[in-house]
């Protein structure tokens, strides 16, 4: 089970972090990773973390994703916030290590961001 939170409503160059609180053993035990999908859109990749990290190219820089095993939960710290990155933020998890949603076998209810310019 995957839980997600922190959205929320930020103005442009903002920071803000989403939270996925997972159940026992999957941040461990899974790659982690976070997709986002605005509407009228596909859902695409954003960041993925098991020992090493990944980036989408329009959020690296940006975007940090990081986990903490002992809690079992998985971040993404968002800086300088840009109106494209409005949308609902997934958490996911999966025993592939791609950047298609496909890949992955649990999935959170979504957490909403909204940049306004």
């Known amino acids: 089970q995957l839980v997600e939170s922190g959205g929320g409503l930020v103005q442009a160059g903002d920071s803000l972090r989403v939270s996925c609180a997972a159940a026992?053993?999957?941040?461990?035990?899974?790659?982690m990773a976070w997709f986002r999908q605005a509407p009228g859109k596909e859902r695409e990749f954003v960041a993925r973390?098991?020992?090493?990290?990944a980036y989408a190219d329009s959020v690296k820089g940006r975007f940090t994703i990081s986990k903490d095993n002992a809690k079992n939960a998985v971040y993404l710290q968002m800086n300088s916030l840009k109106p494209e990155d409005t949308a609902v933020y997934y958490c996911?998890?999966?025993?592939?290590?791609?950047?298609?949603?496909?890949?992955?076998?649990?999935w959170g209810q979504g957490t909403q961001v909204t940049v306004s310019s």
């Open positions: 026992g053993g999957t941040v461990n035990k899974y790659m």
């Open positions: 996911a998890a999966g025993s592939q290590s791609g950047r298609n949603p496909y890949e992955y076998d649990y």
């Open positions: 973390i098991s020992w090493i990290t």
